[in-house]
DNA sequence: GCCAACGTTGGC
DNA sequence: GCCAACGTTGGC
């Protein structure tokens, strides 16, 4: 087995939410959708079941990690590339060759006090090379390290 | 292979 | 809604 990793998953809330995922049946959903190389380059790659990642939630009101979710499966490809009647259609993604992948993604926990964006860039110094800090950054999938995973969990008050 | 134009992301 | 930053596209 090798050596889980952390990660921070982004999404929109007003397409998915935290609560969105609560309410899947197992609480378990298939991360679709993603269409950037190098999120693309760590889901197919480096995910593995029992990672866990942060659940982000971008562009809204109040930016920020709400929950805890675990990797449930390795990369396989993403369906909705293949399927015309989907926003995420890329004919350029075939089946025997796949162009985009996915994961399934289990919801670990909600957060009762969410960590705000606002709070992570008052530990600049701490989060150092965190992704997520970084300017213009825009990757929607990356890495956490796993000393910021921890002092990330401290924030949440989970430590 | 360069690079300008364009579309998207996402905090504010 | 603004706009800076970024990734992608496509002409050359």
Same mark, same amino acid.
């Given at each position: ?56 939630? *971008?562009?809204? !009101? ?30 350029? *993604? !075939?089946?025997? !060759? ?41 990757? *929607? ?12 969990? *401290? ?5």
């Amino acid at each position: 087995m090798n050596q889980l990793r952390y990660w921070l998953l982004k999404s929109e809330p007003g397409s998915f939410s935290i609560d969105d995922l609560a309410a899947c049946p197992d609480q378990t959903t298939q991360w679709d959708g993603v269409r950037n190389y190098q999120a693309r380059n760590y889901l197919r790659d480096r995910m593995q079941p029992g990672d866990l990642g942060f659940f982000y939630h *971008s562009n809204c !009101r109040q930016p920020g990690i709400v929950g805890i979710v675990e990797i449930r499966s390795a990369g396989y490809p993403d369906p909705t590339a293949f399927d015309p009647e989907s926003p995420y259609f890329d004919p350029k *993604s !075939r089946i025997d !060759r796949p162009r985009w992948f996915m994961v399934d993604v289990r919801l670990v926990e909600k957060f009762s006090r969410p960590v705000t964006l606002k709070q992570l860039q008052q530990h600049r110094e701490v989060l150092e090379g965190l992704t997520l800090l970084r300017r213009g950054h825009r990757l *929607s999938i990356m890495p956490v390290a796993p000393e910021h995973w921890h002092f990330i969990l *401290s924030l949440a008050g989970k430590l």
